[in-house]
């Protein structure tokens, strides 16, 4: 492994959200990804390029919503404030032409009669084809799929369980879950998937369990996704003590798991404590 690559990496890694990745040495960074790749064709570089075009992007849409929220408060009827504001936070937009992912589908369609033992590129297109409402020809695919990926069964069942819900068949899919999950108590994967089935359809009760569970079965290091979806459904309920509780056991997995104490992450959810607390005060 390059050396220089392996000082890169772990400067990125240590100091993720700090000024000197985010401004003053992003583009010195790239540049030497770059260089780094054309010499020794490392995909690697290009993967950790890609992480910190993200990584500012995201920055930059939270920026712009500030930057929108703000001016909402003084001017509230300008479309295009509100426009700018529901793009920056990936919200809903009605336009068929800014919501449909037929060039996400067609470029996996090709990407998978290519690379046909791709599973997440499998994956990526049955959920893409589903969203979009194309469920015939998800159909036809998880079927494929599950003949190409016989070890991935259970769970591309969920999925088929999906395409029964967006179908019309609401009973079945949810029989296909309850017995998925009477089969896989103690599959942190499968019940993750089923917790996303669940909330995808507003069913939060059930979506909530499958994340406890699957978040319970995590091993160290442990990842957070499941607690930030369990943050996402108490906002949703108004029930701001739950919220928080699991926003603490995220600061408290940072810490415990990642050794990760300080940076914006770690600010974002100190200061949804207050948030909360003033919630909870607020509703007492």
């Not at 992007?57 to 939270?62: D, E, F, P």
């Not at 703000?70 to 068929?96: C, P, R, T, W």
């Not at 029989?175 to 942190?188: F, G, L, S, V, Y």
């Amino acid at each position: 492994m390059n050396k220089k690559f392996e000082e890169i990496r772990s400067f990125i890694l240590t100091n993720w959200d700090s000024p000197e990745v985010i401004n003053i040495k992003y583009q010195t960074i790239i540049d030497e990804l770059n260089k780094i790749y054309c010499e020794s064709a490392n995909v690697e570089c290009l993967w950790l390029i890609s992480e910190l075009l993200i990584h500012k992007a995201n920055i930059s849409l939270q920026e712009a919503i500030a930057y929108t929220t703000e001016a909402l408060s003084h001017q509230g009827n300008i479309d295009e404030l509100h426009e700018n504001f529901i793009i920056a936070s990936n919200g809903y937009i009605s336009d068929f032409k800014n919501r449909n992912h037929h060039k996400l589908i067609d470029y996996y369609l090709i990407f998978c009669q290519l690379y046909p033992q791709c599973y997440i590129a499998r994956i990526t297109l049955i959920e893409n084809l589903l969203s979009d409402f194309r469920v015939k020809e998800a159909e036809t695919l998880i079927t494929q799929a599950i003949n190409d990926f016989p070890e991935k069964k259970t769970m591309l069942s969920i999925y088929q369980g999906e395409f029964l819900y967006r179908s019309g068949t609401a009973r079945k899919a949810k029989q296909t879950w309850t017995e998925i999950a009477k089969n896989h108590p103690d599959d942190k994967e499968i019940n993750y998937g089923l917790a996303e089935a669940y909330a995808k359809f507003g069913m939060f009760d059930k979506a909530a369990r499958h994340y406890k569970i699957s978040f319970a079965l995590e091993s160290i290091p442990r990842k957070i996704d499941a607690l930030i979806s369990l943050i996402h459904i108490y906002e949703i309920k108004k029930n701001y003590r739950q919220a928080l509780r699991y926003n603490n056991k995220i600061i408290e997995v940072f810490k415990k798991d990642y050794g990760i104490t300080t940076g914006l992450e770690i600010q974002t959810y100190s200061n949804n404590k207050v948030k909360y607390r003033e919630l909870i005060v607020g509703k007492n």
